[in-house]
């Protein structure tokens, strides 16, 4: 059975950084891609960002060139670092692998 465990999250003013942390178990990570989504209030869940098994990463234009995902194969965990952040990037954020979902965890961004 799959497990994502999504950690990281929090308030943070605009401009600011965080980093997401997933914790997966249940697979053989190093063989799968692995993905951030997200969803604001009131708005359909998003793609974020993709990692691939090899390594390749992927983002939406929303992000592109402010968050940066990476994986630790070692420690079976996905991360996405997140700077300069803005007002729409508030929502949860989670991970994703193999039709399996993690609970997610909260971004706010406000000042």
């Known amino acids: 059975q799959v497990q994502l465990a999504e950690s990281g999250g929090g308030l943070v003013q605009p401009g600011g950084s965080l980093r997401l942390s997933c914790a997966v178990s249940?697979?053989?990570?190093?063989?799968?891609?692995m993905a951030w989504y997200r969803q604001a209030p009131e708005k359909q869940r998003e793609w974020v960002a993709q990692i691939s098994s090899g390594g390749a990463t992927y983002y939406a234009d929303s992000v592109k060139g402010r968050f940066t995902i990476s994986r630790d194969n070692a420690k079976n965990t996905v991360f996405l670092q997140m700077n300069s952040l803005k007002f729409e990037d508030t929502a949860v954020y989670y991970c994703?692998?193999?039709?399996?979902w993690g609970q997610g965890t909260q971004v706010t961004v406000s000042s």
């Open positions: 249940g697979i053989i990570f190093s063989a799968y891609s």
């Open positions: 994703y692998v193999r039709y399996t």
